[in-house]
Nanobody, 115 residues
Framework: QVQLVESGGGLVQPGGSLRLSCAAS????????MGWYRQAPGKQRELVAI???????KYADSVKGRFTISRDNAKNTVSLQMNSLKPEDTAVYYC?????????WGQGTQVTVSS
């Protein structure tokens, strides 16, 4: 079993920054893809950014140039640096990891962008 603990959400003004972190623990031999998804009220969960064990990344068009995903393979952590935040970035953000073909989700952390 794999546990994910997320941190770093909160309330920020438009144009501000937040950093989300997610730590994976448990029965882990190797983690392939780690990523962040988000779900706004009334909308489907969507991909924000993912990163492979080799460091390749993919971003949603809406966050390109503003968000940066990174990971520490030794610590089994993934982070999301979010800059130039917009009200439309408001959502619950979920960490997701692919551990040997099985996907696990974090509990979610709320990000609210509002003045």
């Amino acid at each position: 079993q794999v546990q994910l603990v997320e941190s770093g959400g909160g309330l920020v003004q438009p144009g501000g920054s937040l950093r989300l972190s997610c730590a994976a623990s448990g029965s882990i031999f190797s983690i392939n893809v780690m990523g962040w998804y988000r779900q706004a009220p009334g909308k489907q969960r969507e991909l924000v950014a993912i990163i492979t064990s080799g460091g390749s990344t993919k971003y949603a068009d809406s966050v390109k140039g503003r968000f940066t995903i990174s990971r520490d393979n030794a610590k089994n952590t993934v982070s999301l640096q979010m800059n130039s935040l917009k009200p439309e970035d408001t959502a619950v953000y979920y960490c997701n990891v692919d551990v040997e073909g099985r996907h696990y989700w974090g509990q979610g952390t709320q990000v609210t962008v509002s003045s």
